[in-house]
């Protein structure tokens, strides 16, 4: 059975390139443009991974992650923060609320964020 990736990402661009990359590897792959609707999706959709940007309309991606990982139901979804921010401090926040690793996308191309997604799924 494919595994599914919901993707939080209010940028038109970057989702759909991420899409593309991760559809063409057989996941299936949900979209989410903002914090609420995101978090109405992880519930709805249960996904195997959580891609999630941190600058999001309506709430931000640090207290998207918060309430996931305040649910019980869920908690045990791995998050993978892929971000414009990438202060130090933002990252150890990301990482301490419970996110499985913190992605620059400065710094990852759509290969390199297929690769980690692979990696935390195994």
């Known amino acids: ?24 590897e057989g996941f ?4 989410s443009i903002d914090g609420e609707e995101g ?10 991974l959580i891609l999630l940007d941190l600058v999001l309309p309506e709430i931000d991606g640090f207290e998207v992650l ?14 993978v923060i892929l971000s414009n921010l990438g202060q130090k401090e933002e ?4 990482l301490a609320l419970g ?3 913190f992605l620059v996308k400065a710094y990852f191309t759509p290969d390199q964020i297929l690769e980690k997604i692979k990696r935390v799924l195994k």
């Not at 299936?28 to 979209?31: A, F, G, I, K």
């Not at 978090?39 to 195997?48: A, H, M, R």
């Not at 990252?91 to 990301?94: A, E, N, P, V």
């Open 28 to 31: 299936v792959v949900v979209e």
């Open 66 to 79: 918060t309430r996931i990982k305040k649910d019980p139901s869920t908690s045990l979804i791995p998050v």
């Open 1 to 24: 059975m494919p595994k599914k990736i919901l993707i939080i990402e209010d940028e038109k661009f970057l989702r759909n390139l991420v899409k593309r990359k991760l559809s063409v």
């Open 91 to 94: 990252i150890q926040k990301g």
């Open 99 to 101: 996110a499985v690793d």
């Open 39 to 48: 978090l109405k999706k992880v519930k709805e959709e249960k996904p195997d």
